[in-house]
């Protein structure tokens, strides 16, 4: 009886959760300029509903692996996989899965400790062939990832295998990151931006002698988003939706490939949609995961963690891939290249305008100064003149002659 009244009791806060979300979608000016309920069935529901049906195509991890290189269990000795996220969930069986045919697998995770401990209880229970090298990052720090690079790069070792596995769900409200940045697209975009601009030129240089690939994890809420602004990324604390804003930020996962394939010619990039799999991601959102996780509505397009990692892994090994990539090919789920529903297939200057503006926002943690002050919403230049007047005032008291090019330059920054 307590079972019983356990599950109903997720079944009406999942429906619940599903009744206000339907509503913003209808109602909502902000949201709905981001995702409206016609894009969340034409995007987010249209997968799970493909890939509920053609689910019998999607194999377990060890069996896409075993699919391409049988029974060798040296066949990936000599290439180098860095996860994001490998302690846990999905990057844990992949990293488990690399590592059992030979590779040497960069965990990159936010507790060393933890992650030592998890990878001895994975050597207890069997035999790995591939080596792991434990590196910290905390991804919702931009300033972490440059001295996280640094270690790495100290190793000297190639990199075949870049997969951008870690991130959050729908926190409940507006967080910020340590630089100010709305925290889920902070941790789940800017963070691995700027992990993967640091990483290229050793991507580029291992590409010079074998294939190099970058897996991304997105998903089939970014599938429900048909516009945003490049400019308000990170969204503004009073334009917030739990929603629409990770629908924006899986979106963005799948530009950044896009961006990736488009201009990297020797570098496969790929998006995954992995599944609806309970890993404990939007822990913190009782609504959100009661729907996705919990209550039996969503119950048939679930996937376990075996299942949920073989679509990664397959962008990461299978030679199909090297010719789904000749023909343009960038987004999967299922371990099958797929159609790319609404923003996700659509609009090349959104590719390039997102570039632009990640690019903009983590240049002061690349180990250079930014060429021009950041634009965060709210941040106009004409403060930055002022901020910056402010610093040279004592230097134009000493120097009077200064004072004319300076007063034409502030007109430059002068609103029209």
Same mark, same amino acid.
């Given at each position: ?11 009406? /806060? ?21 995702? &409206? *309920? ?33 029974? +060798? ?32 697998? /960069? ?11 998890? =990878? ?22 931009? $300033? ?14 190639? =990199? ?11 926190? &409940? ?21 700027? *992990? ?27 599938? $429900? ?63 959100? !995961? ?15 963690? !075996? ?8 962008? !990461? ?31 090349? +200057? *959104? ?28 941040? $106009? ?36």
């Amino acid at each position: 009886m307590g079972a019983v009244a356990s599950a109903l009791k997720e079944e009406v /806060i999942a429906y619940s959760y599903l009744a206000r979300l339907v509503k913003q979608l209808l109602l909502d000016p902000t949201v709905r300029s981001k995702t &409206t *309920l016609l894009t969340f069935f034409s995007g987010f529901m249209s997968i799970a509903v493909d890939e509920m049906i053609h689910q019998s195509q999607c194999r377990t991890c060890e069996e896409v692996l075993e699919n391409v290189y049988g029974k +060798d269990l040296f066949a990936l000795q000599g290439k180098v996989a860095l996860i994001t996220g490998a302690s846990n969930g999905l990057g844990l069986e992949n990293a488990r899965c690399l590592m059992k045919y030979g590779c040497h697998v /960069i965990w990159a995770v936010r507790s060393p400790d933890k992650a030592a401990s998890v =990878l001895n209880q994975l050597e207890k229970k069997e035999k790995l062939t591939g080596k792991a090298t434990i590196l910290k990052i905390e991804l919702s720090d931009l $300033s972490s990832v440059k001295p996280f690079v640094e270690s790495f790069l100290a190793l000297n070792l190639p =990199l075949h295998y870049l997969i951008c596995n870690a991130g959050i769900m729908s926190p &409940t409200e507006w967080l910020p990151s340590k630089q100010g940045f709305e925290l889920q697209f902070a941790t789940n975009n800017l963070s691995h931006f700027l *992990l993967t601009e640091l990483l290229m030129p050793k991507l580029k240089e291992t590409a010079k002698t074998g294939e190099v690939r970058v897996v991304i994890l997105s998903s089939l809420a970014g599938a $429900s988003c048909y516009n945003f602004d490049p400019a308000k990324i990170p969204c503004p604390q009073e334009e917030y939706n739990e929603f629409s804003e990770y629908a924006v930020s899986k979106a963005v996962d799948c530009l950044h490939a896009r961006h990736i394939q488009k201009h990297e010619k020797n570098i496969i990039a790929c998006a995954v949609h992995p599944g609806i799999i309970g890993t404990g991601l939007g822990g913190g959102n009782r609504g959100l !995961t009661s729907l996705l996780y919990n209550g039996m509505t969503m119950a048939m397009f679930r996937k376990p963690v !075996t299942k949920g990692a073989a679509t990664t892994m397959y962008c !990461t090994v299978s030679p199909d891939v090297t010719e789904h990539s000749q023909k343009g090919a960038f987004f999967y789920f299922n371990c099958a290249s797929q159609r790319p529903r609404n923003i996700l297939g659509a609009r090349d +200057d *959104l590719v390039e305008k997102c570039h632009q503006r990640q690019l903009e926002l983590v240049k002061p943690f690349m180990g250079h100064a930014p060429e021009k002050p950041i634009s965060r919403p709210g941040h $106009s230049e004409t403060e930055a003149w002022r901020q910056l007047g402010d610093k040279a005032a004592p230097l134009l008291q000493a120097a009077p002659f200064l004072n004319k090019p300076l007063d034409m330059a502030k007109g430059w920054f002068q609103p029209a």
